[in-house]
């Protein structure tokens, strides 16, 4: 098993990358991330997962070690190979995924070339029952998050968005582009906020 591979980044594709320690060149399948990755010749790190099957072995390689636990999960979905697992790490980023999943929206999810309407709905629906062991689960959506008590449903809500990382401008944007919103409880109002997030 080889956890990560560090050394020199000596050739870059549309899919993978190349690195070189001590004259071995390794192959690895990678996200699109050009933007991401340090200039040639220089020193990288790539955490990676080995891919084995009977007619193929293959080593995908991720900046971050939230990617490839991400990635992990998205291979034990049924139907989802590491192609289409790296698709939707090219489309979305870890966050966005997160919040697909969370808001059960299938639409962002869809974006991913190689994703349908149904096998969205089965990404979600799997991942889910992942959760407790990843960091997937829906943290913001704790139960003392929803006691209605000396604070309204707005502010809960924005809560939730700050603890997801979100700045508190950001929360009450999207909070304020939530059509309906002083009527929805608060888990509803997260929701709705989390998808004006992803776009």
Do not use: W
């Not at 193929?56 to 990617?67: C, R, S």
């Not at 698709?87 to 697909?100: C, G």
């Not at 299938?106 to 990843?134: F, N, Q, S, V």
């Amino acid at each position: 098993m080889i956890s990560y591979v560090k050394g020199t980044l000596t050739a870059v594709f549309l899919d993978g990358i190349i690195i070189e320690n001590q004259g071995i060149g390794y192959d690895i399948k990678t996200p699109v991330m050009p933007d991401r990755l340090p200039k040639m010749g220089s020193q990288c790190m790539i955490y990676t997962h080995m891919y084995v099957r009977e007619d193929a072995i293959g080593l995908y390689g991720f900046l971050t070690k939230e990617e490839l636990d991400t990635f992990k999960l998205l291979i034990g979905v049924s139907g989802i190979g590491p192609k289409v697992a790296l698709a939707v790490l090219s489309t979305l980023s870890v966050r966005q995924l997160k919040l697909a999943v969370l808001s059960d929206d299938t639409k962002t999810i869809c974006k991913t070339p190689g994703i349908g309407p149904k096998g969205a709905k089965r990404l979600i629906i799997e991942l889910k029952d992942k959760l407790e062991m990843d960091e997937l689960e829906e943290e913001p959506m704790r139960e003392e998050l929803f006691q209605e008590g000396a604070e309204d449903v707005i502010s809960l809500t924005a809560q939730a968005l700050v603890s997801l990382g979100y700045s508190n401008s950001e929360a009450y944007r999207s909070i304020q582009a939530v059509e309906g919103r002083d009527e929805m409880d608060t888990e509803t109002l997260l929701k709705a906020a989390l998808k004006n997030m992803i776009f």
